[in-house]
T-cell receptor, first 111, second 116 residues
């Protein structure tokens, strides 16, 4: 099956710093998604990308759908304490109901 | 509040027990999903239901038995589980996924299952 390699596995940053994480695959994806999961909660969708090359922002978050359709990145600018959590990339290849998830990037923000 | 609720939030069971997980969505969706989230592993899709019909079974062992009596409710019946089945079980719902066009899945908070 498809695999998504997400990096880094974890990040420790200071408040105010920018963050970048990415996701790569050997397979072509039709949709790229970025989710955030807080402790004790389910994942929440942050950004959805539908076209190769698409660059989309949601507040301080920016994500891009790679032109090869095999990768995506998520940037967070000027991090704040509430950015703490686990960030997952996910994607669909054929059927839209079958999401493949990455292993997650755990983000810690220090004051 | 995501509109998807799951009960119980925590469950401890022995390998010979039978238990059920419940999921309810209040979003008017017609597709529901079960996922398994184990430590240090990606979320794994288990089952998909569209309009109460099971459309995906991702090679899940038969000791997990889903049930979808209507578009708002989804159950996962558990019996003779193994310790390696301990994980967070997440339910999600969405508008039905037609073809390759993605409709956002909304997740519940999960049930933390421990099998002794």
């Amino acid at each position: 099956g498809q695999q998504l390699n997400q990096s880094p596995q974890s990040m420790f940053i200071q408040e105010g710093e920018d963050v970048s994480m990415n996701c790569t695959s050997s397979s072509i994806f039709n949709t790229w998604l970025w989710y955030k999961q807080d402790p004790g909660e389910g994942p929440v969708l942050l950004i959805a990308l539908y076209k190769a090359g698409e660059l989309t922002s949601n507040g301080r978050l920016t994500a891009q759908f790679g032109i090869t359709r095999k990768d995506s990145f998520l940037n967070i600018s000027a991090s704040i304490p509430s950015d703490v959590g686990i960030y997952f990339c996910a994607g669909t290849t054929g059927t839209a109901s079958k999401l493949t998830f990455g292993t997650g990037t755990r983000l810690q923000v220090t004051l | 509040e995501t509109g998807v609720t799951q009960t119980p939030r925590h469950l401890v069971m022995g390998m010979t027990n039978k238990k059920s997980l419940k999921c309810e969505q209040h979003l008017g969706h017609n597709a529901m999903y079960w996922y398994k989230q184990s430590a240090k592993k990606p979320l794994e899709l288990m089952f998909v239901y569209n309009f109460k019909e099971q459309t995906e079974n991702n090679s899940v062992p038969s000791r997990f038995s889903p049930e979808c009596p209507n578009s708002s409710h989804l159950f996962l019946h558990l019996h003779t589980l193994q310790p390696e089945d301990s994980a967070l079980y997440l339910c999600a719902s969405s508008q039905a996924q037609l073809g390759s066009s993605y409709n956002e899945q909304f997740f519940g908070p999960g049930t933390r299952l421990t099998v002794l």
